[in-house]
């Protein structure tokens, strides 16, 4: 079985501080997503990576960043948290599209900032 | 822009009964693949069933089944014999067929409760 994991699932931070969201698969997959989901909007891609040190942008980049130095884990980063940035994030990942289109999801962590 | 709209913001049924679930999307796109997950109240997002828009046989994965409709872009998921377990958010999603290294694009999403 596919196994994503995120490093936690529950958050509390305070306005300003750089936060650092944690995804690891188990599975060698070379794509990973970073969605956020809130009430109302559904999931929205933040950032996807299909290959370590690749990032791209997706729907919603604003405020955050990522890094993928090794293929089974990628990190969201944000920067300086604001209140705007309370949400549940999801990582997800995937093998290449060609081959499989199923995207595997973590447990999501639930942030909240102060 | 691929844009998926899912009508129903809540529905709910009672236990061992029927229910659909809709989905419409909107693509100018030929191939493509379609998409019902569930993510339970634990949170945890799981693929429920999928279709790949080039098969007209409708996909079934044991009591969940899906009725495709590729010319009126609407993709409606079916709970036969709803079990309690089946009380969870369900997403309908959109990937372009080998594109953009399979980004899929999300439903607002229906939560669904079972009652006994």
């Known amino acids: 079985d596919v196994k994503v994991t995120q490093s936690s699932r529950y958050l509390v931070k305070r306005t300003g501080e750089k936060v650092f969201l944690e995804c690891v698969q188990d599975m060698d997959h070379e794509n990973m997503f970073w969605y956020r989901q809130d009430p109302g909007l559904g999931l929205r891609l933040i950032y996807f990576s299909y290959d370590v040190k690749m990032k791209e942008k997706g729907d919603i980049p604003e405020g955050y960043s990522v890094s993928r130095e090794k293929k089974e884990r990628f990190s969201l980063i944000l920067e300086s948290a604001s209140t705007n940035q309370t949400s549940m994030y999801l990582c997800a990942s995937s093998p290449p599209a060609a081959y499989q289109e199923t995207q595997y999801f973590g447990p999501g962590t639930r942030l909240l900032v102060l | 822009a691929q844009t998926v709209t899912q009508s129903q913001p809540e529905m709910s049924v009672q236990e061992a009964e029927t229910v659909t679930l809709s989905c419409t999307y909107d693509t100018s796109e030929n191939n493509y693949y379609l998409f019902w997950y569930k993510q339970p109240p634990s949170r945890q997002m799981i693929l429920v069933i999928r279709?790949?828009?080039?098969?007209?046989q409708n996909a079934t994965e044991n009591r969940f089944s899906v009725n495709f409709q590729k010319a009126a872009k609407s993709f409606s998921l079916k709970i036969s014999d709803s079990q309690l377990g089946d009380t969870a958010m369900y997403f309908c999603a959109f990937m372009n067929y080998g594109g953009s290294q399979g980004n899929l694009i999300f439903g607002k999403g229906t939560k669904l409760s079972v009652k006994p």
């Open positions: 279709q790949e828009a080039y098969k007209q």
